[in-house]
């Protein structure tokens, strides 16, 4: 019999959800919510009822009852202490730390909290997988050359686990053996050095890196700071131009690739050199991470929506393709992903692990 599993993953203005037999999604909904409605709310956590509402009334309405459930995932949310990868049991712990919504209040946090508040009353476990602050990163990767400045993991890390896994599969082995770059290239990218199922080095995709089709990745320091004290934008307002309106959005006003593919059709030499440009950068970044995995790299992984375009593989694959075979795996596939994760649980092919225990081992290295 298949293992019945709810996904949830919820944006700042929508929440998507999905229903899986197995791996197999049987139906996918999204549950737009107008910015008025969210706007009674003081912050992202008092937004938990109103959600859980809305989307029982969407399972209703596709003929679905919780009650034919075997388990619920959610998107994992940002917690501090932060969490090495894979999947979590939504326990009294967790729910503690993503109600806090520290250091960052991110929407995502509802997904556990979600999954639990349909899980417990019908005795099914609650999981999130492979949070955006998945911290894996070897200890030297977290200097960055200004101590009150450390790198923090914030990536793309359930696609670039999910991928990681799909490759490893393909070359016949386990994932945890292989040595990876993966390139999520989305609206932010994430390139990452995958070591025996680690991301141990990688950028933080909202603030360095390549430029992207709305974020800036890594700028001039020294004009950042003199932009900062200009007068020209306040604190908000520069944050969200760094991610947000830079990249293809800051050039060319769009963060479409297609459309910035039709601009270079009708012969827009800027559009192309920008285009180009940004290749340039994720093939320049691909190449310092085979440093990381010092030149010993299985394969180059490319991933996300950006991914899809042709001319921008190509022209990746062109510059690094002497490091290592590239694979292509086009998309995100974050609903999938989660309850691929989910299933294996409930398969018995991995034990979900305990938030608590991460918690108790950070108190014990703090004390050390």
């Given at each position: 019999m298949a293992f019945n599993i709810l996904v949830i993953n919820p944006g700042s203005t929508s929440t998507k959800i999905a229903w899986y037999e197995d791996?197999?999604?049987?139906?996918r909904k999204s549950i737009s919510h107008r910015p008025e409605e969210l706007s009674r709310f003081e912050n992202v956590i008092q937004q938990l009822d109103y959600r859980l509402d809305a989307v029982e009334k969407a399972v209703t309405e596709m003929g679905y009852s919780y009650d034919n459930l075997d388990a619920v995932i959610g998107r994992g949310g940002i917690v501090d202490p932060p969490m090495p990868g894979g999947v979590y049991e939504v326990d009294d712990v967790l729910i503690e730390y993503l109600r806090r919504c520290k250091p960052w209040e991110h929407a995502s946090n509802l997904g556990g909290l979600m999954a639990s508040?349909?899980?417990?009353?019908?005795?099914?476990?609650?999981?999130?997988?492979?949070s955006v602050a998945t911290d894996e990163l070897d200890d030297i990767a977290r200097i960055t050359g200004l101590p009150e400045l450390p790198k923090y993991s914030l990536a793309h890390t359930l696609n670039v686990k999910s991928v990681a896994r799909k490759a490893a599969k393909e070359l016949g082995g386990d994932w945890r053996k292989f040595r990876f770059i993966v390139a999520h290239l989305g609206g932010g990218f994430t390139i990452c050095a995958h070591k025996d199922g680690r991301m141990v080095d990688l950028n933080n995709a909202n603030e360095n890196g390549p430029f992207s089709p709305e974020r800036a990745g890594t700028v001039p320091t020294g004009d950042l700071v003199r932009l900062c004290y200009s007068g020209k934008y306040n604190v908000k307002e520069l944050r969200r131009k760094l991610a947000g309106g830079s990249g293809f959005v800051g050039y060319l006003g769009t963060n479409d690739v297609r459309e910035v593919k039709k601009f270079i059709a009708q012969g827009d030499e800027r559009a192309s050199l920008i285009f180009r440009a940004m290749a340039w950068q994720v093939s320049k970044e691909i190449a310092s991470y085979s440093a990381v995995l010092e030149g010993k790299v299985d394969a180059i992984i490319l991933t996300g929506g950006v991914a899809y375009d042709e001319d921008f593989v190509a022209m990746v694959t062109e510059r690094v393709q002497w490091i290592a075979p590239v694979l292509v795996y086009p998309g995100e596939n974050e609903m999938k992903s989660l309850a691929e994760n989910a299933l294996r649980v409930l398969r018995g092919e991995e034990k979900a692990a305990s938030y608590a225990q991460v918690v108790e081992n950070y108190s014990k290295k703090e004390v050390v």
């Open positions: 791996d197999l999604e049987v139906w508040a349909i899980a417990r009353p019908r005795k099914i476990p609650a999981f999130i997988a492979d």
